[in-house]
């Protein structure tokens, strides 16, 4: 969850009703003239469903600077990976086993890469 250091507003974006504390997100990329980053947008869950069906009419997920629980869902049950351009510090979606485009990896590859050079391990079996 993003850090709530101001006026929290818990509504959902796409219909305005009320959503509780741990409802699902996502932040959107924001424009080359925005001081700070977008806020996040809530989804209810009913709106949350009418988006997962409109992302299976699709077919892959949104790209988003921070994605929604939904758009992993989406990218796992279609086959999409994130990937990024080398220290970089957003991804977009792209379809496993086809070619990145020149100088894109994996994101999941690039991180494990930047921890282990930090002198960190990434744990895979839920241990800190």
Known sequence: MPV??????PRCEGCGRFTSYD???YIPFGGPCDFEPPDPVYMCPRCREESRRLDRQRG????NWVPSKLDREIAEEFGYALAKY???GW???????????EGMVWS???DKKLMEAMGLTAS?????
């Open 4 to 9: 709530i250091d101001g006026p929290w507003n």
């Open 23 to 25: 409802a699902d997100y």
């Open 60 to 63: 892959r997920p949104h790209d």
């Open 86 to 88: 080398p220290r970089n």
């Open 91 to 101: 991804s977009i979606w792209k379809k496993k086993g086809e070619p990145l485009p």
């Open 108 to 110: 999941a590859e690039e």
């Open 124 to 128: 895979t079996e839920g241990k800190p």
